[in-house]
Structures are given as structure tokens and as C-alpha cells.
């Protein structure tokens, strides 16, 4: 594979390795050297740096996001779930879908059935005899994944594109197709609402297939699963094909070695404090651990399952409520665990000092704009 390792650019740069991993780490980026950069990260360092670069149409285009993984990983790497977005028009049956996924897998059997919400969950999948794990995001909206996407952090292995089989390929049904192209993840169509009435699913191929999204059983390479969420129809092949999908991709992390990931929701509670799921997306989470996400700083003091379990840890594409944050970091924010907790503490401190710094410059710079408009 191609790519810039931050060893490389440091050599390009003539420049500290240290000092590339400082500065994507101020912007959220957790990195260590034998990591890819993807080449607009790499572009906006060389410039920091006072180095000016050309990349390179096509180049440019076929960005790839920084890697979870490194060299380090490769002799420990083990099958992980994947993780699945929903993404499609308003009113299309999102909410829904992700309810009825819920209900059915996680709701049965489950101690009073009490489900917890912290934005995300993961489903059990009998797949000949052997239990498969599939994780859904339930942060609303495509929202979430586009600005997860503008920092950088790619935590969808493919996406759930919902069409209302009454209403069609719509606005943000064509927004959702050019997000997930963007990002090179997997699309999988749910066509919805085919209970109802007026319900036309092969007027809904045919629009996709207009915007280039054939399916299958036309010849073409997209799966097409027809739904009812409001039934349940179809959702145990919905569940059956999200594996299929993902299986050629041979998802894998390395569960042997302190977690790193992202941040995909986070607020302040007022009995617990600060609480965020972190989906762990390679290395274990544990219970002590220090991490820092952003210019966060925190020491686990409780880890919280989806379905509101108290656990000891947290394998790979696993998503958990933790506890024991000194402040609310960002959705999307990436975060690391640290052997050290002084380091830890040290670069959330830097990292808050950066921001702030960059803000009082933001401050400064419009405040010189409006004097100017003035005279
Ligand atoms: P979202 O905006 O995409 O999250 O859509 P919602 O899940 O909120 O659903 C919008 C409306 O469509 C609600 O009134 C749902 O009850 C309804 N709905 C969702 N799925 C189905 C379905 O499979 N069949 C029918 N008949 N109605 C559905
Ligand atoms: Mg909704």
C-alpha cells in the first residue's frame, strides 16, 4: 500500500518525527510514526512547517485516512465486528430501523430487557452456529459522520442507506451516497416500508441504479435488502449481508495492546460528571486506563456496556460509556490510551494550551478585521 508513514514526511520535512506527532496530536490526531498520513493531513503539516506542497490531482482524490493500525500489530491481528452506520432521507425510517435491529437482537433474553442509549450498540448474529458481533451507530443523522470524517477518523466499515420504498431516492438519499463514496465505505441499501401501501421497491432500484448503484440481482454490485422496520421483514437478511459485505474486507485489529479510537459522543452528566462512548477501534480499553482525547485527560474509573452492564474491558469495535473524564471531549475527537499517566496528562495539558492559543489568534485576528472596517 502507498502512503506516507510520519517517518517519511519527518525525512522529507527535515524536521523531528516528535514534532509531527505534537502537532496531529493538537488537532485531535492521535499518531504514532509508522502510522499513514493521509495526504491533505500531510499537505497541512508541510505547511505548518513552512514547507509549501503540490499534490497531485487525482492524488488528492483518492485520500485515505489515517490508519488505526500499525507495523507493530500485524502478528496479533484478530477478526473484529464490523461497525455500521445508518445513514438516508428524513422520515425514511432510520430510527426505526436501528429500534427494530435493537429490539428484536438485544431486548429478548436480556435481563428485563432495559437497554442503555450512549450512541451506540452491538447485535448478536447466529451465523451457522458460530455468534457473530455487528456494532450500529445510532448518532443522529449523517451529521455525526461527516464531521467524523473532517477530523479524520474513519470509523465505519460500511454504511446502512435506508430508502422509503413509498417515497424513493431523495435529497439526502443522494447526499448519503456521495458521503459514503468520499469516505470508500461499503453502501448497503435497506429498502424500507415495503408493508406499505403504495410501497413501489423496483422504482427505488431504478433510481439508484440511475445514480449508479445497481443491484445485484440487475447484474449489478450493490445489495439490496427490502424491509419493514415498522415488521421486522427483512432484517435478518439485512444482518446476514452487513456480514457477508464486511467479511471480504477481513476486518481486523490487534486486541493485544492499549486502546486507541474515537470519541463518538460524549456530555456532562450531572450526577456522573463528564461521560463519553469511546468505540475502541484497535487495542483492549480497560478499566484504570489513562487516555487522552483531545485536550482531554482521563483516568477510567467505570466502564458501561450498551446494554448497561458494568464491564472490565473493551475488545476492538467495541463501543462503551466510560467515566472518569476531567472535562467533555469532542464527538469524533480520537483517543489514546497512555502507559504513562503523567505523559497523558502532560500532552492534554499542551494540547488545551494549543487550542486555546489558536482561539485568542482567532480572537486577535477578527478583532483587527472589524477595527479596519470601522475607519
Ligand atoms: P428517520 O427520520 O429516518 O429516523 O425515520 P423514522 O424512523 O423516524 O420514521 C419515520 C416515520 O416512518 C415514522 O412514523 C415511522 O413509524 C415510519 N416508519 C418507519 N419504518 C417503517 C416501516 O417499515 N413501515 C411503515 N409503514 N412505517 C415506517
Ligand atoms: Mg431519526
Known sequence: TEGLTVRDLAEMLAVPETEIVKSLFF????INVTQTLDLPTAQTIAEEMGVMVD???EQAEATKTTEMLDDTDLEHLTLRPPVV???GHVDHGKTSLLD????????QG???GITQHIGAYHVDVDRGGEQKQVVFLDTP???AFTSMRARGARVTDVAILVVAADDGVQPQTREAVSHARAAEVPLIVAINKIDKEGSEPDRVKQELAELGLLPEEWGGETVMVPVSALRGDGLDTLLEMILLVTEVEELSANPNRLARGTVIEANLDRARGPVA????QNGTLRVGDAFVAGPVFGKIRAMIDDRGDRV???PPSFPVEVLGLTDVPAAGDEFEVFANEKEARALAERCLQEQRQTRLQRASRSRRVSLSGLS
Open 85 to 87: 452506520t445508518i445513514m
Open 110 to 112: 436480556e435481563a428485563g
Open 55 to 57: 499534490v497531485p490531482e
Open 100 to 107: 427494530s435491529i435493537r429490539k428484536t437482537r438485544v431486548a
Open 27 to 30: 488537532k485531535g490526531i492521535a
Open 312 to 314: 472490565e474491558s473493551a
Open 141 to 143: 443523522g449523517h451529521e
Open 277 to 280: 462512548t469511546l468505540l475502541v
